[in-house]
């Protein structure tokens, strides 16, 4: 079955860096589009970044949400079923739980579990 074990949260002081990872398993991952979304204590939902498959006519391509543009970078290692989010340059803002899903807004969406990152000093 679909699997995605996110992994790399943690407590960093504001202008830190984390690098999240969410292995994937029990699809062929290469294939697919990946996402990255956030949820904030006591906030909705936000999408953070999108990165396509080679399944996708823009396979390899990579969106971000106007927040973290410039400061995260999502990327995907095909061989190792893993997607990763480098953050950079950490505000307290980010401070949020991080999910990996899989086929965002398809009735096919698979989510991890995620994992917190924490921003404060």
């Known amino acids: 079955q679909v699997q995605l074990v996110e992994s790399g949260g943690g407590l960093v002081q504001p202008g830190g860096s984390l690098r999240l990872s969410c292995a994937a398993s029990?699809?062929?991952?290469?294939?697919?589009?990946m996402h990255w979304v956030r949820q904030a204590p006591g906030k909705g939902l936000e999408w953070v970044s999108r990165?396509?498959?080679?399944?996708?006519?823009?396979?390899?391509?990579?969106y971000y949400a106007d927040s973290v543009k410039g400061r995260f970078t999502i990327s995907r290692d095909d061989a190792k079923n893993t997607l990763y989010l480098q953050m950079n340059s950490l505000f307290p803002e980010d401070t949020a739980h991080y999910y990996c899903?899989?086929?965002?807004?398809?009735?096919?969406?698979?989510w991890g579990q995620g994992t917190h990152v924490t921003v404060s000093s």
């Open positions: 990165i396509y498959g080679s399944g996708d006519t823009s396979g390899g391509s990579t």
């Open positions: 899903v899989r086929s965002l807004g398809t009735a096919n969406n698979y």
């Open positions: 029990g699809f062929t991952f290469s294939t697919y589009g």
